[in-house]
């Protein structure tokens, strides 16, 4: 196949880019926010824009006395703020919300900047992360116990009460939004909360904390720090104040932190790798099927822990959906983010391009074709080709190995039975699709799938209504939904009898 990437360039004169320098100049100056206070730290570390790999900024590295400073701020910001009634909590969290969305430009700018996903996506992103805000402060007010029914002259009531401090950790895949999810908890539930955000991707939590603190939050309730992320958690994870550890990350690294956690007897919340297979079954719609799930798989460079990943398609309808799968993805637009019309920005970090070339490089030697893409995309920039790999054997590296990044394989099956098998076949279990106008075959990927996360006819995985999270390796615990916020609260029960017996 050819290779028609068009790879639009920063040097576009048009009414966007001639913005361009004075947006540079609006990516902010990079702090801790400790106990309700911005500080610096003599040590920092680059920031690169994986666009252009130009250094953007330089992120504070917290040292054992910031990260003190943050525990004793945590656990007055606790005392304080699990004595708020619900209902005040919700409505600042809400009020925080509405200057995240009004700062909504301003924000996307950052994100773009220092993660390079399309200015277009990077706003959408601050609307999902504000819908996660909102959502959770809903359901501050709705965090329900239960009376059971007992004799008379006692009761029994249940109580869900903050947990207390979190420790929390956030990627750099989502700068904004993954934060968002995890400060949401927190505040909602009346737990005050540590976060440790991406050190590539630092300003999206720094808007959040911002607004926060104009919103009024007490000081100590909403703590950010950034560093050497080992050094951060093997810190902060022993701590007696930490209640919660809440991550989203690599199942590796969730692994060790909740060794960690457990060793402290202190809970976890895991959000980690995927996946996602998805199942293309004969009754179908194809080009439908082929266009929506080429058009998703690209989405965040393909770096999403949902991202649309093994496709395996009934072996009537293959070559056809191979064919348009691969024509959308080749015709996707990469560039810069911040220029108008891109479709696809660059991986965010150098590390992402160098695990996509060795995956592409192992499935060729075992004899996966290449159907489209497979390369690093010019010198300059972390960027890559959309790539579809087709026919790919089942002992390639990547059919066990999250790609994380532009690339999907496609291989055919010969029933929607060894269709289930395969996706049941890795050690993940987040998101699955699947793609049947048939309720039978529906039922089936209902009974049988093994993932927190089944989406039949859409590739919307994960909403701020709707528990997310994953099975296996893929992690524990749900965020979304009521679900999200248990948590971040543990159970009470309270037996009172009005007399001593
Ligand atoms: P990585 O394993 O080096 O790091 C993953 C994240 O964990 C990063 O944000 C990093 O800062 C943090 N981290 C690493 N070591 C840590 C430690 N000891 N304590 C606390 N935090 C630590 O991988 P990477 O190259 O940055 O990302 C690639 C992989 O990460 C992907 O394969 C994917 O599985 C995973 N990832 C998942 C999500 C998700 O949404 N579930 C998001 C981003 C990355």
Redesign the pocket.
Known sequence: MGNPYRLLTSNHHNEHTKGRSKLMTMYPELKLFIGGSWRTADDDLPVRNPATEEIIGRVPIATQTDLDDALAAAAIGFAAWRQTSPRDRANLIREASRLMRERQDDIAHSITLEHGKPFREAQLEVIRGCEFFEWDAGEAVRTYGRVIPSAPGVKYIVHHQPIGPVAA??????PMS?PARKIAGALASGCSIIL?A???TPAGAMHIAKAFEDAGLPPGVLNLVFGI??D???YLIPSDTVSLVA???????GR??TGLASSHMTPVLM????HAPVIVCEDTDVEAAAMTSATRKMRNAG???TSPTRFFVHDSVYEHFLDVFTKRAEATIVGDGMDPGIEMGPLA?D??VA?MASLVADAKDVGAEVMTGGQRIGSTGYFFEPTVLANVPDHARVMQE?P?GPLAIVNPVDSLDSAIEMANSVPYG?AAYGFTNRSDYADRMVDKIEAGNLSINTLEASLPETPFGGVKSS?YGREGGFEGLQAYTVVKNVSHSVSIV
């Open positions: 950790f956030s990627p750099w895949n989502f993954q440790k991406a050190e590539e992320p080992g951060i958690s093997s991550f989203t990350g690599s199942t590796a690294v060790h932190l959000e980690l790798g995927g770096q999403v822990c970090h590390r992402r695990t999250e994380f987040l992690g």
